[in-house]
């Protein structure tokens, strides 16, 4: 009998205590915040389904909370069509995120958007803004004018943001390693690729530049100017046109008196070639001055169409039917999203928008130096629709871009020896 009651004791105690475990233990097992998920395993393939946006990343602490990425563009003014470029990528991106269920091991990304307006005054508000305000992680874009551009990688460097710039200024990145460059191509292999273009397939002996009326372009021409002379070639015309100028006649006139072989056009926004491409008309055609853009702003399907634009050239980031897996799967949900092609306008945004993310997803953190020494560590790769895309230790990307002619409402790829 006291046996057995031994026994009882015993029994009662053991289920005591396990009434006691057991809440600990459940409660444990419900406290997601505690727990850490590993990072999406990250893969390439050469399909247009969408791929995981990277290469494996260490665990990243599990959040649901969004990653907050900031767009600083233009969304009004003269430069108003940066921002609608912006929207249509974004939700590009989007979709895309959605497919491979977000980044660092599934959460989701907010866009901050910040108008400038086209505006230095607004856009540097608009960097202070994003920087305490909005508290985001990286920054995008930088504006909406050279001025803008040049500004946001020194705003960057000041308040240690890291910063993915769209523009080809400034043009070296040295003083600012907050910044790495993803929306163009350097200007130094910009200019091998032009100066070889210019003097091996067209055989330029004359040449002429009008551009915007900016510090930073009066910078690459003189750079174009000095390559092409010390290999013989003349310049006979060089004007610049302040900003906001929609009538270009005057400038296209005194070209054309000067009979160049080659005009190097430095534009950087799409108006400005769409009014070239129509006053030059009503001054008669090129003749047998050839054009050419060295921006790539002047290289859409919608400008290729215009009369006056049949025959000349741009130098664009990526075109139409390339067989790379990036380009493929870019093409693919950019019809599914907007019912038609993208056009040479949409990468420059889509790759700064795409190099912030895997920047962020490659680095396994949102940690703001984390993110800059990653972007810099010449580790940061992706397939883009332009090609594997790379970041040196310099900050400069691998591109090299395609120059292509307009013809018939094509950019038809031309090939460099």
């Not at 260490?58 to 233009?74: D, F, N, Q, W």
């Not at 002429?208 to 092409?228: C, I, W, Y």
């Not at 019912?339 to 962020?360: E, H, Q, R, W």
Request: net charge neutral; proline share 6%; charged share 20%.
């Amino acid at each position: 009998m006291g046996n057995k009651s031994s026994l009882w004791y015993k029994f009662t105690a053991l289920i005591l205590v396990l009434s006691l475990i057991i809440p600990v233990l459940a409660a444990c097992g419900d406290n997601e915040e505690e727990t850490a998920t590993p990072a999406a395993t990250i893969k390439t393939t050469p399909t247009a389904t969408a791929t995981p946006i990277s290469k494996p990343t260490p665990a990243a602490t599990a959040s649901s909370e969004p990653v907050k990425i900031g767009v600083v563009l233009a969304w009004s003014g003269p430069s108003a069509i940066y921002g609608a470029l912006a929207n249509q990528d974004i939700a590009v991106v989007d979709e895309y995120l959605k497919r491979i269920g977000g980044i660092l091991g599934g959460r989701p990304v907010h866009w901050v958007k910040y108008d400038t307006g086209g505006q230095l005054a607004k856009a540097a508000a608009g960097y202070i803004k994003i920087d305490k305000e909005d508290n985001v992680v990286i920054m995008v874009g930088g504006g909406g004018s050279i001025a803008e551009f040049s500004a946001s990688a020194e705003a960057a460097t000041k308040q240690n943001l890291p910063h993915v710039t769209l523009s080809g200024q400034p043009i070296d990145l040295t003083p600012y390693p907050y910044t790495v460059r993803a929306g163009s191509i350097q200007v130094k292999i910009k200019q091998e690729i032009l100066s070889r273009f210019i003097l091996d397939k067209l055989n330029s002996q004359k040449v002429a530049f009008l551009g915007d009326n900016q510090s930073e372009v009066r910078e690459r021409v003189s750079l174009m100017r000095k390559t092409l002379e010390a290999a013989g070639v003349e310049t006979v015309y060089e004007e610049y046109a302040d900003s906001g100028t929609s009538d270009f006649s005057p400038y296209l006139t005194r070209m054309k008196y000067k009979n160049p072989d080659l005009l190097l056009n430095f534009f950087g926004s799409p108006a400005s070639h769409m009014a070239i491409f129509k006053q030059i008309e009503g001054l008669g055609g090129w003749g047998n001055i050839k054009c050419l853009d060295t921006t790539g702003s002047g290289g859409s399907a919608d400008l290729a169409k215009m009369a006056g634009a049949q025959g000349t050239y741009s130098h664009v980031l990526w075109a139409p039917g390339l067989d790379y897996p990036g380009a493929k799967q870019f093409e693919e949900i950019f019809m599914k999203m907007h019912g038609k092609l993208p056009s040479p306008f949409d990468v420059p945004i889509y790759l700064c928008l795409m190099t912030a993310l895997n920047a962020i997803d490659q680095a396994g953190t949102t940690d703001r130096e984390g993110i800059a020494k990653y972007m810099r560590s010449g580790k940061l790769e992706w397939d883009s629709p332009a090609g594997l895309f790379k970041i040196g230790t310099d900050g400069e990307n691998n591109l090299t871009g395609i120059i292509g002619e307009l013809r018939g409402g094509k950019i038809i790829p031309v090939a460099l020896e």
